[in-house]
Structures are given as C-alpha cells and as structure tokens.
C-alpha cells in the first residue's frame, strides 16, 4: 500500500502520540502499584497453616541461614496465598542474622526473624506484645519440637540431611551462643557436626511455626501471651540497677552467683496437674520442706518472702523441671546465707501460668 509523504507524517504523529500516552500509562500503573506496596504497612495478614511455615522454615535454613529461614518462611507461606506485597519483599535482607548476627552469636536468627515479620505485619503496640511472647516461648521450649523430630524421621522436608530423632533441650536464653552451647552439652557432640545444623533447621521451623500461631490467634481475637518472666530477673535488678530491662535469666552465660542453692529432691508418683502442698513441718525449727508437682517440663520459681513482701529467698530459681513430683528445703536463712527472724513467711510458687502461695511458721 502506498501512503504519501503527508499521510504518513500525519499517521505517525498519531501513532507516536499512543505509544506516548501507552507508556506515560504503563508507568502510572507501575507507580500506582509500587505506591500501594511501599503504602501497605503493616501489610494484610491472612492466616496461615503452621506446619507448611515449619517445612519452609526449615529448608529455607540451609539457603541462607536461621534468620531468613525464619522470615522468609512466613513471607513465602503469605506470598503463596496473597500474592503481593509478599511476593516483591526481599527476604534476603534478613540473612545478616545468622549465627546470631554475620557470626556474633547475638540474638538466635530464628527469633530475630520471625520477631521481624511480625513487625512487618502488626502495629508497633502489637508487636511488642507478640514479639516479647515469641522470646519467652523460645527460653522455655525444648528445641527441636517432638512435631520437628517426627518430620525428619518421616523426611517430610524437601531437604533431609538427617533423618534420626534429635536431643531435646531448653535453652533459657534467646542467644545463639548459649543455646547452641547448651544444647551441644546436652547432646554431647560439638558446633560443626551435621546433627547440630539440622539441630538449628528444625529449629528455625519450629520458631517460624508458632509465630504463625500466636499471628492466627491475633486475627481471631484469641491470642493470650503465656510468657511470664522468671522470679530471678527482679532479683538480678536489686543489683544491676532498673535500666536494666532484659526478661530472660543469666546464668547460662554467666552463672548463679546466688549463695546457698537448696537442695532439691525428686520424688515417686505422677502427677496430673501443677502442685504447691503446705510445707511440714510448720511451724518449724530450723528447716522444714516443700513438696510441689508439675504435669510436664515446665520452668519453675519457688522464693520465700516476708510479711511485707520482700524476698527472703530463692529456693528454686528458673530451673527446668520434667513432669514429676519434687521436695525441696528450706533451713531459715535468706539469699546472703542469715538466719532469719522467727515470725510468718509465704513461699510461691511460679511455674508456667500456675501460681500458688502457702504460709508457714518460723519458731525458734
């Protein structure tokens, strides 16, 4: 077809104009929807199922660490039902915390990156809340989860590097370095071996599940935090000074400075529900026991205190107990190893949401 010089001019005027306003058009598109992603936070949460954020969790640990592990867990689960913002949001930011931040052994990766996606997806207010609840969890909790063990033996993975059950232990602390510490003392093998990194890949699943959890509770209206911070912690305040503002206890790291550990006994029977029984004798002179029970592993402070509420002493102190029936003694004396004055005391007891709280005589 032949056109004119004039046509095609006056043609392709027209046409270059289109391509014009197609691109101007392309580009607001493509503003309108950068807008609406960088304007989402905190972006949409839509439940999610924690045993496919646990299977992520774990895999994605041997990509790039616990702490994207972690985090990008939750993003791809939440990428894999909402699309975006999900799917633009560059995980790979949150490699720097493995290993406790690039290899400092700081806060577990795991924890650091499931408490950044509940930032990503919760007001600041809300966060705290869940984030706080998430680090207590991980101070209480024997890792790897029975749920985690059974996963690997069944090779539920996509990525199986160890297929046999693994030592379970509590950390008590959110540190990388104590809690690799500890659990290597409880397994008896050392950092490098395989069976720890699978150890750390259950883990960060573990950790990236039960934030999905508590997140699902959260939407529903029935989140309730459980976490409550060991007796010991205000203890530690008394000499460190209230700017101190850590929730979980030290000693893993740094020892029980504490004089005069009580000794504690264990006892026949099982129990079915959370005990604290009168102490016997009482009234007593000079020591007398204290029986208690827990149902299951639980973290549990027993103190004495006085008539005014002042502490007296600490008779169990954060310590790990697995399901059973214990005694333990008190011989009069406080933390600094002095006899107290005769008179009424208390004893509580603190064990998951289990609080109790008994009186007992001193004669002399």
Partial sequence: MKVSRKDFLKSGTKYAAGAVIGVVAADALTNKVMANVAAAWPYTYQALDPEKVRIYGHDLYYVKGCCYGAFAALVNASKDIAGEPYASFPSEVMSYGSGGGAGWGGTCGAVAGAAAFIALVTSTADASTLQSEVYGWYTQTKFPTDISNQYGREQKYATNKYTLDLAQNTAGSILCHASIAEWCKTAKLAESTTERKERCARLTGDVAAYVAKILNDKLASKFTPLF?????????????????????????????????????????????????????????????????????????????????????????????????????????????????????????????????????????
């Avoid at 305040?237 to 264990?266: F, L, N, P, Y």
């Avoid at 502490?311 to 004396?333: F, I, M, T």
């Fill in 228 to 364: 409550v911070s060991p007796a010991i912690v205000a203890e530690c305040k008394t000499c460190h000074g209230t700017t101190i503002t850590a929730k979980m206890e030290c000693k893993q790291c740094h020892g029980d400075h504490r004089s005069g550990a009580v000794h504690v006994a264990k006892l026949e029977g099982v129990p079915s529900d959370y005990v604290l029984e009168n102490n016997y004798p009482n009234p007593f002179n000079p020591q007398t026991r204290i029986q208690f029970s827990v149902p299951n592993a639980s973290t549990v402070d027993i103190a004495v205190y006085d008539l005014h509420g002042r502490l007296v002493r600490n008779l169990v102190a954060s310590e790990h107990y697995e399901s059973g029936r214990y005694s333990a003694e008190w011989d009069g004396k406080d933390n600094a190893g002095g006899k107290v004055a005769s008179g009424a005391y208390f004893f509580r007891m603190q064990a998951g949401l289990f609080s109790a709280t008994k009186r007992m005589t001193l004669v002399k």
